[in-house]
């Protein structure tokens, strides 16, 4: 669990878990404390580009008061829902792999691609220490990697949900700085004046986007550019006007943006207020690929064509929030973002996450067909 994840008992378990599949299982050195755990099955044709199967270690903190149960027991309810951190985001997706190569192995399967199952660090703080430093690494490229799985989200319907791109997330912190004084005076040009005015333009910009979600049914969350206003800082005392204050806004980049053409809008507003206003980043992607969502793609062919097989159906979108993926997508490797769990709640990053045993082991039947089919395309 972030802050402080526990990796070190995470690799032993993984390592037991590829010793228990008949294995190699390679432990990839990131930097200090942070390793990517790679279970390898080579195919009959390992020159071929592989597959790569994703998944994150860490989860996002807890606050136990607000859990039915112990959110790391696992818990099993009468109805077979399994309550747990993770139970969604993604420890499932991640033993579903383990388990349809487990059966694959026992059938005699034999697939023409090399398969990796990849466990990373860090995704649940952006990556930066994970996936985003690994795919620069001479280690990753000789995976030689084709084609990637990796996380998508739990669907309240039907469907399931397919993830083909994401959006880039954006962390904006804005200064802004005036004439300090006391609070019993109209001071000009007060930091609050002018942290009004950013705010406003920030949050116009965000009613205007809701607007064209809300307007046009065919759009997804994932089709339009969210701002949010996460954190507000300044001030000494309630009769001293500041002399600084900041904001801080996370912005979520609908990939159809363009990307230049968007900061230097951010920059604008803030120069538009006047003197005394800065904005700098503290996480800025810039990588909107998206992963070709029809038959063009022999990738996507091959993942739909299994779908089909299965009869189940399939929503296209892009991915609200942010995953692995985008790094993978980043150094030009395509990648589907796919958690099989229809019937379900979307609870990720939510008290009381839980993910129902009929729903997890019918997802281990869809890798058992999605797996064979994109490995021996």
């Known amino acids: 669990m972030q802050p402080d994840p526990d990796y070190e008992s995470a690799k032993v378990y993984l390592k037991k878990q590829a010793d228990s599949l008949g294995l190699p299982c390679k432990i990839i050195n990131i930097c200090e404390g942070h390793d990517a755990v790679i279970f390898t099955w080579e195919g009959t044709e390992p020159s071929l580009p592989s597959i790569l199967l994703n998944s994150h270690i860490d989860v996002v903190p807890v606050f136990p008061e607000h859990w039915k149960y112990d959110p790391f027991e696992a818990v099993k309810d009468e109805n077979g829902d399994i309550f747990a951190r993770g139970s969604q985001d993604m420890k499932c997706v991640g033993i579903q792999y383990i388990e349809a190569v487990r059966r694959m192995k026992a059938q005699g399967v034999q697939l023409k691609r090399t398969l990796h199952l990849c466990f990373v660090p860090d995704e649940e703080v952006g990556g930066k220490r994970g996936m985003e430093l690994f795919v620069t690494m001479p280690q990753f490229k000789d995976l030689n990697v084709g084609f990637a799985l990796d996380e998508g989200l739990a669907n309240p319907t039907d469907a399931f949900t397919v ?132 038959d063009s793609n022999p990738w996507w062919k091959a993942f739909s064509s299994a779908a089909n097989k299965l009869g189940i159906e399939i929503d296209k979108e892009i991915f609200p929030a942010a995953t692995d993926s985008r790094f993978i997508r980043r150094v030009g490797i395509p990648a589907i973002g796919f958690s099989p769990m229809n019937k379900t709640p979307i609870l990720l990053h939510d008290h009381n996450e839980f993910l129902n045993e009929k729903i997890f082991l019918r997802g281990i039947e869809i890798y058992l067909e999605i797996i064979p089919s994109v490995a021996n395309a």
């Open 163 to 294: 993830f083909y791109g994401e959006r880039s997330p954006w962390w904006v912190h804005v200064t802004a700085t005036g004439p300090p004084g006391h609070g019993s005076r109209f001071i000009e040009g007060s930091a609050g004046e002018k942290m009004r005015k950013v705010i406003d333009k920030f949050m116009d910009f965000r009613d205007s986007e809701e607007n064209r979600l809300k307007s046009d049914p065919n759009k997804k969350l994932g089709d339009v550019t969210t701002v949010n206003m996460t954190i507000l800082g300044g001030g000494v005392q309630p009769n001293v006007v500041p002399a600084e204050l900041t904001a801080v806004f996370d912005i979520r980049v609908t990939p159809t943006v363009d990307l230049e053409a968007f900061e230097e809008q951010l920059r604008q507003w803030c120069k538009d207020v006047g003197e005394g206003v800065h904005l700098k980043f503290l996480q800025q992607f810039k990588g909107d690929n998206l992963t070709t969502a029809d």
